[in-house]
């Protein structure tokens, strides 16, 4: 077995046991990415000398006995979180040649861990879509089928992990940018409760839904991630204090489990050939002991619509700091009006361009109330539906993803169907719960994913059953086609 | 009762453009108009809940008032930030006329 095909958790081990060194490590990654790379597309940077000098430094605190649990093991970034000296485009024009002057809570604590930065990766424009397709420099292939799209918007990340180019890389999750690229490239993506994780250094899409969440090849991988780099920050006050309990994380137990279904996420608004394989894997956790019921909660069918007014207007005010003053790019054009309006339609793609109309026009005086209002009301009331199923169910389980991975270019011209692919995902977002998708099996040769829904700052709770579900559904891998 | 939304038109579309700073093609516009027509049809759902005795949730976790102590800390090295800058002079942003 080559050193890129190992898990993080045995990688550490050997590190630890001074069987490799964290610069040979890397250097088995780096080699990987230069031959898997030009056919994934996975990287906008790979910063190779910088990983380096982390990769040294990381194997000076091995051998001073100072090692913790990403001690030397490579990570990729989603190209929009802010890295020191480190170029962040968000995969947008505007932010082309942005090089932070400072690092953003996730990097300063995966550093102060001597995690190795290995790079960054691509994603829709500023994260807003499904499929990494609306990147200004280029798509991003599923390593199980090249012709297709590896999901979104953490859609580098995902193929990242999955063509093993990094054991584990992080991503942000809005409306499901992590669980579906996740479920489409055959890996596990989680999204932790809104407020477990500094947004600090995570360039702002939608404020009140961003949240950063691992990638791996495990659930146990994916648990290391999370508690590397969780807790509060004095720099973020959305992220707050809460208990966690590690050892109650990894119990793993599925049997006397009780566990929802929602109806309107096993609906014919998701595939057949998915709701099946998610049929299949439900039947194996039943036999295993879990309870299973369905339930319902309508609020769920609103779920795109509320998603499509909260994330634009919080967007369309985000957004308004890209005007060609303080950094990224300009184009020169009289008056400084003409000036941000010539910068921003050179430098936004026409996705960003459009929801920042969206989110304008919901915000417009008149509208306000029949959108923006109605919208935060669905909220209140879809937190109350799953809150109610919450206190009869430990988990609720339902697929990731409506569909398999689908054909590149595809559904570019449908702005809804790109928008539906976050059907499933959407209400953990809407009620800030923690949420995780793991393998599911396969369709057609494509990964489907199962999801895991636990309530706010439930972590534990969550893991503990991915871990089983893990276990006992675990599928047969297929080979990538790289 | 589901009713359509009224469509936007073109002349709203440019008002909205303008407001947010947007200069759009010809080809952007008649894309958008239709496309945000689309979804605005699908935002009309919404319409037909009743939602009048429902408070707003305008943030998905109960929690609030975290605040740090108050207390000097150094910023950013001024060089360190105009280095990224599209124009800068005698150590300030440089910007376009703006009060003639």
Known sequence: MKLFELSAAEMRLRLDAREISAPELLRSHLDRIASVDPQVHAFITVSEDRAMEQAERAQEAIDHGQAGPLTGIPVALKDNMVTRNLRTTCASKILENYVPPYSGTLEERLLDQFAVIVGKTNLDEFAMGTSTEHSAFFPTRNPYALDRVPGGSSGGSAAAVASKMAPLAFGSDTGGSVRQPASLCGVVGFKPTYGRVSRYGLVAFCSSLDQIGPFARSVRDAVTAFEAIFGPDPRDSTCVEMPYNAKRASIGEISGKRVGIPKELMSDAVDADVRAAFRGAVDKLAAHGAIVEEFSAPMIEHGVSTYYIIAPAEASSNLARYDGVRYGLRIEEGSHIDMMKATRAEGFGREVKERIIIGTHVLSSGYYDAYYAKAHKVRTLMKQQFREAFGRFDVVVAPTSPTTAFKLGERLDDPLALKLADYCTIPANIGGFPAMSINCGFADGLPTGFQIVADSFAEEKLFSFALGAERIISPEPIPLAI | ?100
């Open chain 2, 1 to 100: 009762m589901l009713k359509s939304p009224v469509p936007i038109t073109r002349e709203e579309l440019e008002h909205l453009a303008d407001l947010a700073r947007l200069r759009l093609s010809e080809e952007e516009y008649s894309v958008m108009q239709s496309d945000l027509n689309r979804v605005l049809e699908h935002f009309e759902r919404l319409q037909a809940l009743d939602l009048a005795e429902v408070a707003l949730t305008p943030h998905s976790v109960d929690v609030a008032g975290i605040w740090r102590e108050d207390f000097p800390m150094r910023g950013l090295e001024r060089e360190d930030v105009l280095a990224g800058a599209p124009d800068v002079q005698a150590g300030l942003f440089l910007v376009p006329t703006i009060i003639e």
